[in-house]
């Protein structure tokens, strides 16, 4: 218990931590207070505690993924919760697990791990994404959308917030029939068929996941606008060098997270030389509040190889670089986080059907990935930003008023 005294000692202030080690000596940190869990883990070995010092995330993960972790009181949402919440960004306050030499390491392995060129790019896809659509179909909406949903009330159904992020986003686009879009990194084709719903428009979407692609061709015959949208296995490097100036509008949601910063210049020049003089583009990605950081070592190795989380900075800058004119930037605080909690209790929900698929060491990874996000946008550095690009000044009216009419239209449509 030594081992892990000085640092809970330092992180538990307020909330109660009772810590049991595998001789069945317990511990208690912090103090009860309202607001705040209390939380009960016990060790099985000896191992898992020295894991848990050596590298507070990833040690913790493993050890839970393995079982040598157990929760006897609360869950993991409750104790990865607790730590957030003591620690809260928006406070000043910060998790330090790491020595300023392990954050700068951390630093250059996630600049060197997501430099992602084609075939990198395209196995970091297929690691996450080409796990099975079943997986996902258990957790998600029913319209498959794997990005934060959007919440203007905050007793919608998940089914209802995502309809309505969709409504949203189709909103600032700023549709006209005949139009041509693009939609970058197009998941399972939800959002491209939906714009094809909502306007009379001609919607690319490309993946580079063999799984979404597959479905998202069936989705769009099922829904009547095959001949209307199509899906592609493509990189969007490639696909700006085949089709220079084609496309009227660009839509990429929750792929920016996958480009990886060293590609930021690459990425908005790709969009800015796929786009006609008067384009306009909607990217909704996650983003780091402050300044630029690290990807942690969990989730570098076990959920998104190659991905990193960019701070607005950085994102603002790359795009400066290929004259692309910010129009319109949206703050998206706790959308995210009311996201996840949904994910996160239809994964519970379906324990029995995920763990024969995928086994119980998968399961626990992924509560663990849902829950440690969560707490980011709950407590910790994370949102999400959309923003608006586009090539000209003249391009869009000089008011945001025809977002809101356009948003009133297709949520009374009902297709979104």
């Not at 954050?103 to 990198?120: A, D, F, I, P, Q």
Request: hydrophobic letters at 45%.
């Amino acid at each position: 218990m030594s081992i892990l005294r000085p640092f809970l000692s330092r992180v538990i202030r307020h909330g109660r931590l009772t810590v049991i080690d595998p001789d069945g000596h317990a511990e208690h940190f912090g103090e009860p207070a309202p607001g705040f869990p209390e939380v009960a883990v016990r060790f099985t070995t000896r191992r898992a505690m020295r894991r848990v010092i050596l590298d507070p995330r990833l040690g913790a993960a493993e050890a839970f993924m393995d079982g040598e972790m157990e929760l006897t009181e609360g869950d993991i949402m409750t104790l990865i919760g607790l730590l957030r919440m003591n620690t809260p960004w928006d406070r000043g306050a910060k998790l330090r697990d790491k020595t300023w030499l392990g954050r700068r390491v951390e630093g250059v392995k996630t600049r060197l791990g997501s430099v992602n060129r084609r075939r990198r790019s395209r196995a970091n896809v297929q690691h996450h994404y080409d796990i099975g659509n079943d997986l996902y179909r258990l957790f998600l909406d029913a319209d498959m959308q794997y990005s934060c949903a959007y919440w203007p009330r905050a007793d919608m159904t998940l089914d209802e917030a995502q309809a309505a992020k969709k409504a949203h986003i189709a909103a600032k686009l700023a549709l006209k029939p005949g139009q041509r879009v693009l939609d970058i990194g197009c998941g399972w084709g939800g959002m491209a068929i939906t714009l094809a719903k909502l306007e009379q428009v001609e919607v690319l979407g490309i993946t580079l996941s063999d799984e979404q692609l597959a479905l998202a061709r069936q989705r769009a015959e099922a829904a009547g606008v095959a001949g209307r949208v199509r899906f592609e296995l493509i990189d969007y490097r490639d696909l700006a060098a085949r089709e220079p100036g084609r496309f009227d509008r660009i839509v990429s949601v929750g792929m920016f997270e996958h480009v990886g910063a060293p590609n930021y210049d690459v990425f908005f020049r790709a969009c800015a030389n796929l786009m006609t003089a008067d384009g306009v583009m909607l990217l909704h990605s996650i983003g780091r509040f402050g300044k630029p950081g690290a990807t942690d070592a969990f989730t570098r190795k076990y959920i998104f190889p190659g991905g990193y989380i960019p701070a607005l900075s950085e994102t603002l800058a790359a795009s400066e670089k290929s004259r692309l004119i910010v129009t319109d930037v949206e703050t998206l605080r706790l959308h995210y986080a009311l996201t996840l909690r949904q994910w996160y209790a239809r994964t519970l929900a379906h324990k029995a059907e995920i763990v024969a698929m995928m086994g119980e060491r998968f399961f626990r990874m992924w509560t663990f990935y849902l829950a440690g996000a969560t707490s980011a946008f709950e407590s910790g550095g994370m949102g999400n930003y959309q923003i608006q690009f586009a090539r000209s000044r003249h391009a869009l009216p000089l008011t945001r008023d025809y977002m809101a009419e356009a948003e009133a239209k297709y949520r009374e449509m009902g297709l979104a």
